[in-house]
Every structure is written in structure tokens, then in C-alpha cells.
């Protein structure tokens, strides 16, 4: 059974820096590429970042460009968001999610980032 | 970007009764592989979004058969042959042709 569980959400001050994990299960992580995708509470869905299976190709919204890096870690079967100077706008749901050609398959059940003085 | 726009915002069905959800994109979702990336997703109340419908048609593993999407180009429909009380949540579709992935604003589906 395929599954994605996100750790690592928290309340953090605007300024202030997070890491996401997304541990891999019940698949060969190595072989997909992966997502990361966010969601305020009672809102859509927003699109955040992206990485190939080896970690050489990486993409990300503009909104956070600059300030989150996602990689993986094929060996721990992890994929990761290092979150940098967070801003208020970035407090969501963050979701993993697992992609085969171009769809979106598989999402984790989400951790909540909460960025707040 | 490319923009998703779901019509209606919300729907209230009589269990056993059809549905229907329109999605609109501002640019043609067809690749040139021939294929056009256009996916349909139902997120249940406290749970993360499901795969239900992919490449416009195709249902995802494990789908019930209700569930058919259509469409081509920039305009697409899911349609719910006898919606059920499990139905229930909110539906997105999006588009995969390039990023950044964009997403519908999403419609509410309640039973009555």
C-alpha cells in the first residue's frame, strides 16, 4: 500500500525556518517524482515545488522561490521542503505527493505549518 | 499561468440523482504526445485530495464507475451517474500540462 506521511509542521515566527519530511512507503521512492503542494484550511490547492527522481531537476512557485528548497533522500525514502524565511501567507496544509507522467496519484494526509508572531 | 475555472461553486444532490461539474482552462490542455492533462480530484471532509479521473477520462484504480469525465481542449466535465452519500467533499480539477500545477477553485458537493 502506497503511503505518504508528512511530519514536521509547526508555529513559527514570520522570519523563521522550518524542514518538512515526507516519508515514503509501499512503493520504490526512487523511481517517481514528487510534489509539494499547500492548501489554507477551507481553501484550493496551491502548487509549491517539484523534484525529479534523483534530485538533479527541482522547480518551484514563484511565491517561494528563493525561499524553500525540496529534495529527497532515496536511501531514507524521504522527500523534504527546507521552508527559509517564512512569511504569514505561507501558514497552510503542506501536502506530498506522488507523481506517475503527469498526474498527481497519491497525496500524504498533510502537516500544518502555522506562521505567526 | 494557467487558470482552472470550476463551475458551480456548490451542488446539492439527492442521493441517486445525477451531477455534473464544468472546468474550464485558459489555455488548451492538449499535448502535443496527444494527450491532454486534465485530472478531476475529490477531497472528503478531513482527508487529502484522491485521484478520481485522469487524462480527462480515465478513472483511477479503485474508482466506482459512476464517476466519467469528458471533455477536450480547454473545456471538461466530470459527471456523477447516481451520486451516494461517500460522494460527498469538495471536487478540483487541474491541470498537469505544465507548471506550475494549477487547480480549479473547487466545488461543494452535500447530499440533501
Same mark, same amino acid.
Given at each position: 500500500e502506497v503511503q505518504l506521511v508528512e511530519s514536521g509542521g509547526n508555529l513559527v515566527q514570520p522570519g523563521g525556518s522550518l524542514r518538512l519530511s515526507c516519508a515514503a512507503s509501499g512503493?520504490?521512492?526512487?523511481?517517481y517524482w514528487m510534489h509539494w503542494v499547500r492548501q489554507v484550511p477551507g481553501k484550493g490547492l496551491v502548487w509549491v515545488s517539484r523534484i525529479n527522481t534523483d534530485g538533479s531537476s527541482t522547480r518551484y512557485a514563484d511565491s517561494v522561490k528563493g525561499r524553500f528548497t525540496i529534495s529527497r533522500d532515496s536511501a531514507k525514502n524521504t522527500l523534504y521542503l527546507q521552508m527559509n524565511s517564512l512569511r504569514v501567507e505561507d501558514t497552510a496544509v503542506y501536502y506530498c505527493a506522488r507523481v506517475l507522467g503527469y498526474r498527481v496519484e497519491f497525496w500524504g494526509q498533510g502537516t500544518q505549518v502555522t506562521v505567526s508572531s | 499561468d494557467i487558470v482552472m475555472t470550476q463551475t458551480p461553486l456548490s451542488l446539492s444532490v439527492t442521493p441517486g440523482q445525477p451531477a455534473s461539474i464544468s472546468c474550464k482552462s485558459s489555455?488548451? @490542455? @492538449?499535448h502535443s504526445d496527444g494527450k491532454t492533462y486534465l485530472s478531476w480530484y475529490l477531497q472528503k471532509p478531513g482527508q487529502s485530495p484522491q485521484l @478520481?479521473?485522469?487524462?480527462?477520462s480515465n478513472r483511477f484504480?479503485?474508482? +466506482?464507475?459512476r464517476f466519467s469525465g469528458s471533455g477536450s481542449g480547454t473545456d471538461f466535465t466530470l459527471k456523477i451517474s447516481r451520486v451516494e452519500a461517500e460522494d460527498v467533499g469538495v471536487y478540483y480539477c487541474m491541470q498537469s500540462?505544465? @507548471? +506550475?500545477l494549477t487547480f480549479g477553485g473547487g466545488t461543494k458537493v452535500e447530499i440533501k
Open positions: 512503493f520504490t521512492f526512487s523511481s | 489555455q488548451s @490542455l @492538449l @478520481l479521473i485522469y487524462e480527462v484504480s479503485g474508482v +466506482p464507475d500540462i505544465q @507548471l +506550475p
